[in-house]
Every structure is written in structure tokens, then in C-alpha cells.
């Protein structure tokens, strides 16, 4: 969905290293995710947000952390990047709305390689 | 807790062949349904939706039914293209869960010619 933006699209980098991950969106919606890819294992839910400054963990939250300083932006970090954290990492999002079944939107991921 | 499972691929088809990929659900209540579809190198995008037991969700030549008494939303086309050559997931959003989403592991579909 081009209006779920992330950058970068690859990136490869050291272990122990910080590394941030972007996502913006033009679509409104208040709500954010971020997932992460791997074969065979589908996505799974990293931290996701409602809100401006609403945080909150999914099924593998431990060593990311999040930032929704606005509702357009949603941004990933790693303080620490090791190797098994090397995945496809998708940012997508959703419009609360009346109807609880609004789609999730995604932007078209970070490959992230840790070496 | 909620889960999803769906048929392990790859499953490879010869253009204008039928498909199906099955997939199961574990939920509490009445979940809503979902397939997504990721084409190489894009994001996921959503194919269809039902909402409640019996529901049709249909796009693009796709169809899914949710089935209570099975607990399953299996993906069906009549006769699949070299187009839809993409990996496909099947997800459930619970009631009361706040818009979050459970994938399936993913199944890729490659059509030949």
C-alpha cells in the first residue's frame, strides 16, 4: 500500500548495533503495527499503538521498543541488534472506526540482515 | 488462545487449474475471518473478509465461507493464473481484541504456465 511508507527498504548492519525503523502513513488511520516476518513462522506482532503516545506489546516484544510521537508515524528500534533478529519487518494499519473489522494496511517491509 | 492453521505449502498448479488452501481456526466467541495475500517483494494486502458463520467473502475470482460447525475458512478459485502466484495467509481477529490480527504460517502458491 503506497500510503504506508517504510524506510528503509534493506538494510544490512552489525550485531550490537542500534538500528530504527520508519514507517509513516497518509491514510489517517489512528492505529499502528509492527510485525515481523519469518519463513515458515508467518508474522508475528511486535508492539502495536491506538494512539499518539499509546503503547503497547504483542506476542514479541522483547528487544524492540516503539515511538507514535504523531499519529502519521510509527517508528521500530533495536538497541541492540543481534542475529537472530534478521527478519522482514512490515508496519501496517488499521482505522478504528464504528465497524471493529477495518483491514490492516501494510507498507511493502524492511529486510533487515544482522551480521 | 486463538490460532490459525493453515495447509502447508508450496502447492504448485498448472494455470487454469482449481484451488484450495484450507485453513483452521481456534478462537473463543465468533472470530471475523481474514485471507491476505503478499505478492514477491510487496506488503500484505487484504482478499477477503467474513465477518460472522456463513458469510461469503469473495474477491477476484477467490472465495472463502466461514464455517462454524468446521471451525474453517479454506480458500477456493475456480481456475487459478499465473498472476496469482503469491503466498496467501489466513488471520482471525478475535471479538473484544482490539483490531489485532493471528496469521497462519503462510501458504505459497506458484502457477506454471
Known amino acids: 500500500d503506497a500510503d504506508v511508507t517504510q524506510t528503509p527498504r534493506n538494510r544490512i548492519t552489525k550485531t550490537g548495533k542500534r538500528i530504527m525503523l520508519e514507517c509513516s502513513q497518509t491514510k489517517g488511520h489512528d492505529r499502528m503495527y509492527w510485525y515481523r516476518q519469518d519463513p515458515g513462522l508467518g508474522l508475528r506482532l511486535i508492539y502495536y499503538?491506538?494512539?499518539?503516545?499509546?503503547?503497547n506489546k504483542g506476542e514479541i516484544s522483547d528487544g524492540y521498543s516503539v515511538s507514535r510521537q504523531a499519529q502519521a508515524k510509527f517508528s521500530l528500534s533495536l538497541e541492540s541488534a543481534i542475529p537472530n533478529q534478521t527478519a522482514l519487518y512490515f508496519c501496517?494499519?488499521?482505522?478504528?472506526?464504528?465497524?471493529?473489522?477495518?483491514?490492516?494496511?501494510f507498507g511493502d517491509g524492511t529486510r533487515l540482515s544482522i551480521l | 488462545g486463538n490460532s490459525v492453521t493453515q495447509m502447508e505449502g508450496p502447492v504448485t498448479l498448472s494455470e487454469e487449474a482449481f484451488l484450495t488452501i484450507n485453513c483452521t481456526y481456534t478462537?473463543?466467541?465468533?472470530?471475523?475471518l481474514f485471507w491476505y495475500v503478499q505478492y514477491p517483494g510487496e506488503g500484505l494486502q487484504l482478499l477477503l473478509k467474513?465477518?460472522?458463520?456463513?458469510d461469503k467473502g469473495s474477491n477476484k475470482g477467490f472465495e472463502a465461507t466461514y464455517r462454524k460447525e468446521t471451525t474453517s475458512f479454506h480458500l477456493e478459485k475456480g481456475s487459478v493464473q499465473v498472476s496469482d502466484s503469491a503466498v496467501y495467509f489466513c488471520?482471525?481477529?478475535?471479538?473484544?481484541?482490539?483490531?489485532?490480527?493471528?496469521f497462519g504460517k503462510g501458504t505459497k502458491l506458484s502457477v506454471k504456465p
Open positions: 467474513a465477518t460472522k458463520a456463513d
Open positions: 488471520a482471525l481477529k478475535g471479538r473484544g481484541s482490539q483490531g489485532n490480527l493471528i
Open positions: 501496517a494499519t488499521s482505522d478504528s472506526g464504528l465497524n471493529s473489522n477495518q483491514p490492516q494496511h
Open positions: 499503538s491506538f494512539d499518539v503516545k499509546d503503547i
Open positions: 478462537a473463543t466467541g465468533y472470530p471475523s
